[in-house]
C-alpha cells in the first residue's frame, strides 16, 4: 500500500507577553519563553480524496470557537472537507490562554482579550500557511507500535490508582512519528510565566532532533486523572528535561518493533448529547461548607510543611470548588451538551478516537479491552473542549468532579456511546 503522507511544522509562540493558561493562581502575563511552541502537522492518504489532516498544538485546549474558525479556514483556503481535519492540544500549562468566554484559566481584562483574539488570528494564519507549504510525498509504508513507558505519569487523585503505561506510535521513517501517551504536562509550577512546551513539547523535539523524524506528534491520551503529580521531583525545567529523557530512553527500546499497516484510512464522526451540570440550593450550601473544610485544612498542612503532593491536591480541589461556583450561573444557560467523537482507522490494524476533553483514563483501558485492533489510540483535548469527563464511579469530591459540566449520571452514558462508536 502506498501512502502520500504531508508533514510540516510551525512555530507559534506568542511575539509579545499575554495572558498564560492552566493555572488559576497564576497572576500576571507572561514573561519570556524557556522553548518554542509548535503546531505540527500531519496528512494522510490511502487514495485520491481529501487526505485526513492531523494538527497537533502546543496550547492548553483548542476550544469549540477556535476548533470551527481553524477548520473553517482550511476548507475555504485549501478545500479539504472539514471531517477530515482533526486538531488537538497537547495540554501544556505554560502557552498561552487562548480562551475569552468560559474556558478561561484566570479572569480577563479588555486588553487581554483583545490579546488574545490578535494571538488567535496569528496562529490560524501560520497553521494555513504551513498547510499551503506541506511537503507531501508517496511512503512505501507506516508502521504502528507500542512500548510500554514507566516512571513518568500517575494517578493524579490516587497514588496508587490506576494509569496507562502503554505508549502506542505510529511512525514512518525518516518522516514522521506519532506518539498517543496519556499525561498531563505540569511539570512546570503556577510561578512559571515562561512559554514552554513542557513535558509534551521536549519529547516531541527530542524524537525530531536525535531519531530523524522530521516532524513528532504528542497526541495527548486521556489524561484527565494522569500527571506527573507523584513521579516529580521538583517542578523545574531541569525536571521536564529528566522525565522527557527518561521517557524517550525507554520509547527508543522498543521503536524497532512495529507491525506494517496495510489498507485504507478513514475517518468517521459521532455526535451525542449529555446532560449538563445542574446545582441544587442545597448542593450549594454543602460547597461553601466543603470549601471553608478544605482551607482550613490547607492553613494547617502548610504550617506543617507537609508533604507537596498532598497540598498540591488540597489546592486544586480548593480551586476546582471556586470555579464551580463561578460557572453555576452559566451552566444554568446550558442543558445539553453536543459532543462530537473522531475515529481513525487504518486498515484493521488500528484505531484511534479523539475525544473533545479530558477524559479520565479508565476510559482508554476500557476502550482498549474492547477494542477489536491490534493498535489502539485514544486522544483527548480534540476538536474542541468540554472540560472533564469523570468516570463512573470517581469520588466526588475531587478537583476534575467539581470542574467537569457533565452532570455525574451521564458518565455511563458517555462510557457505552464511545464502546459502541468502536464498533461501528
Known amino acids: 500500500m502506498s501512502i502520500l503522507a504531508g508533514i510540516n511544522k510551525v512555530e507559534i509562540t506568542p511575539k509579545i507577553p499575554m495572558p498564560m493558561a492552566g493555572y488559576a493562581l ?12 509548535y503546531a505540527r502537522i500531519l496528512t494522510l492518504n490511502s487514495n485520491l480524496g481529501d487526505p485526513v489532516v492531523i494538527i497537533s498544538l502546543d496550547l492548553i485546549r483548542v476550544d469549540n470557537e477556535l476548533y470551527q474558525e481553524i477548520i473553517a479556514k482550511i476548507s475555504d483556503n485549501i ?25 478561561n484559566s484566570t479572569e480577563l481584562g479588555p486588553e487581554d482579550v483583545k490579546l488574545i483574539r490578535e494571538y488567535r488570528e496569528s496562529l ?16 512505501e509504508s507506516v508502521f504502528a507500535g507500542k512500548v510500554p513507558v514507566h516512571g513518568v505519569a500517575s494517578n493524579r487523585i490516587h497514588k496508587e490508582g490506576p494509569i496507562d503505561p502503554e505508549c502506542t506510535f505510529l511512525a514512518s521513517k525518516n518522516c514522521f512519528l506519532v506518539i498517543n501517551y496519556s499525561c498531563h504536562p505540569t511539570i512546570l509550577p503556577a510561578t512559571n510565566k515562561k512559554f514552554s512546551g513542557d513535558l509534551a513539547g521536549m519529547i516531541s523535539s527530542m524524537f525530531e532532533n536525535s531519531l530523524n523524524f522530521n516532524v513528532a506528534l504528542y497526541l495527548n491520551g486521556a489524561a484527565g486523572n494522569i500527571s ?27 521503536l524497532s518493533v ?3 499497516l496495510e489498507g485504507d484510512i478513514t475517518i468517521d464522526w459521532k455526535t451525542t448529547k449529555l ?34 503532593p498532598k497540598i498540591r491536591m488540597l489546592e486544586s480541589n480548593y480551586l476546582g470548588l471556586r470555579i464551580l461556583k463561578k460557572r453555576i ?21 488500528l484505531l484511534a478516537v479523539f475525544i473533545p476533553g479530558e477524559p479520565f483514563v479508565e476510559y482508554q483501558l476500557e476502550i482498549k479491552r474492547n477494542s477489536p485492533y491490534e493498535y489502539t489510540m485514544v486522544i483527548g483535548y480534540s476538536n474542541g473542549y468540554f472540560g472533564y469527563f469523570p468516570y463512573p464511579g470517581t469520588q466526588l469530591d475531587t478537583y476534575e468532579v467539581y470542574n467537569s459540566i ?16 468502536i464498533f461501528e
Open 406 to 421: 457533565i452532570d455525574p449520571s451521564e458518565y455511563p452514558k458517555f462510557k457505552e456511546e464511545i464502546l459502541n462508536f
Open 275 to 308: 446532560r449538563s451540570r445542574r446545582i441544587k440550593k442545597e448542593e450549594l450550601d454543602k460547597l461553601e461548607e466543603k470549601e471553608r473544610e478544605i482551607y482550613e485544612k490547607l492553613k494547617r498542612l502548610k504550617a506543617e510543611e507537609c508533604f507537596s
Open 79 to 103: 478545500g479539504i472537507n472539514k471531517d477530515n481535519i482533526i486538531v488537538t492540544a497537547t495540554h501544556t500549562h505554560s502557552g498561552p490562554e487562548i480562551s475569552i468566554h468560559f474556558w
Open 329 to 349: 450561573n452559566k451552566l444554568k444557560r446550558i442543558r445539553k451538551i453536543k459532543i462530537k467523537i473522531a475515529k481513525l482507522v487504518i486498515g484493521n490494524k
Open 258 to 260: 512495529t507491525t506494517k
Open 228 to 254: 506527573t503529580r507523584f513521579t516529580r521531583r521538583s517542578q523545574t525545567y531541569g525536571e521536564v528535561k529528566r522525565l522527557a529523557t527518561l521517557f524517550y530512553s525507554q520509547f527508543t527500546k522498543g
Open 26 to 37: 497564576r497572576v500576571g502575563r507572561s514573561e519570556g519563553i524557556l522553548d518554542p511552541l
Open 124 to 139: 490560524i494564519k501560520s497553521i494555513l500557511r504551513a498547510m499551503e507549504n506541506i511537503k507531501v510525498k508517496e511512503i
